[in-house]
């Protein structure tokens, strides 16, 4: 890359843990920097295992501050030092408090924000405070962004209907996926005492938070234990695991269920199961289900607001969104009908590297 093409890029995350918006920000910092490009990843707080994904020579900027607005005055001063041509957002809270440093200071960064979250659905009604402020803030502070990057169909509706933005601002762009990597990793040798019974094994792969409702699907299961052996794995930590754990007592499903906390490779284990289950109440587009795919393992969704649709088409099914009866139903219809050991599909080429990072490249142009 000549000197004249080469940009100086930052990305800002909130923390270095296993999350959907830090893991697809370190793949584009890492891919960007592999394109010839000078690449800072600026962390709120560095905590976390993702850190050892990054590739040497980007570097990274610790504000090691307990909350994102503790950041501003560190943000302003980063700006000015470093002077990024164009500066990568995601998460709502960061994204403002970006677009607002920017308004500051002069030459302002372009502001680049991927908005992965119909943010309607983001707060429960005890928080409806907290929603319509956060609302209100995106509305206005979202125009002052050099460019917004719509992680699918649904997040875009939403911020041309909800948040009334210009569409022409707008840019649809599916998280790339690096499905050769995945498939590498997914041939691992894993040894876990379900897979050793004669018995099906279903899995989830979720942030353990009432978004992704994992109760529902423990719910359903204690049902669907009644007729057939079925045990579940659930990849993932979060603010609702003691309540999941007592549920879990509760339902009598202690020898049934298993929280294997974050893991480095999932995938061997989404290879290996018989049915993946995404069971939330609203999405953006679910890496995991694209992850998934190319595992080629079966799939059931909740038909939740966002992207999970848009992800599986034909290559799985989609449930009512927090219907346990329907759920239960169609884990039972799954094991009932026997179908073959692997989902065999292409469908994750569409969310390829080659196909979506290009048009996170023309954004810099």
């Known amino acids: ?38 690449v800072d990843i600026l962390v709120v707080n560095s905590k976390g295992q993702l850190k050892a994904s990054l590739l040497n020579g980007i570097k ?27 500066h990568f957002t995601s998460i709502a809270h960061l994204n403002i408090l970006s677009i ?39 509305k206005h502070l979202y125009k002052k962004a050099y460019k917004i990057v719509a992680i699918s169909d649904s997040v875009k509706n939403y911020l041309t209907s909800e948040l009334k933005l210009n569409n022409n601002k707008i840019v649809k762009i599916n998280n790339p996926v690096d499905h050769i990597n995945i498939k590498n990793k997914s041939k ?12 099906k094994v279903i899995l989830s792969v979720a942030s353990l938070t ?15 234990v009644k007729k057939i052996n079925v045990n ?17 007592q509760q339902l009598n499903l202690d020898d049934h269920v298993d929280f294997l906390g974050n893991l480095n490779n999932p995938y061997p284990y989404m290879k290996k199961c018989d049915l993946f289950i995404l069971s939330s109440i ?54 009932d009908k026997k179908l073959e050991k692997r989902n065999i599909n292409k469908r994750y080429l569409d969310f390829s590297i080659n196909n979506q990072f290009a048009k996170y490249e023309n954004l810099i142009i």
Do not use: W
């Open 188 to 199: 691992e040798i894993i040894e876990h005492k379900f897979f050793k019974r004669n018995e």
């Open 100 to 138: 607002l440093c920017s308004l500051i200071i002069r030459p302002k960064p372009n502001i680049i924000v991927r908005e992965a979250n119909i943010f309607l659905y983001t707060f429960e009604i005890k928080n409806i405070l907290k929603k319509i402020f956060f609302k209100f803030l995106s």
């Open 1 to 38: 890359m000549s000197l004249n093409n080469r940009k100086k890029l930052s990305f800002i995350i909130h923390s270095f843990e296993f999350g959907g918006a830090e893991k697809n920000m370190i793949m584009l910092a890492n891919l960007f920097y592999q394109k010839g490009h000078e």
């Open 282 to 335: 609203y999405e953006g587009l679910p890496n995991v289900l694209i992850e998934a795919l190319v595992c080629e393992t079966h799939i059931i969704a909740t038909d939740c607001p966002g992207g999970s649709s848009e992800i599986i088409k034909n290559y799985g099914k989609l449930v009512k969104s927090n219907d346990q009866d329907e759920l239960t139903k169609e884990i039972l219809s799954f094991f």
């Open 232 to 248: 579940l794995l659930i990849i993932g930590t979060g603010e609702e695991y003691k309540s999941l754990k007592k549920l879990t």
């Open 210 to 224: 009432k978004q992704k409702n994992i109760q529902l699907l423990l719910k359903a299961l204690s049902k669907v």
């Open 60 to 86: 990274i900027i610790e504000f090691n501050k307990t909350r994102t607005i503790f950041c501003f005055i560190d943000l302003i001063k980063y700006f000015k030092l470093n002077n990024p041509n164009f």
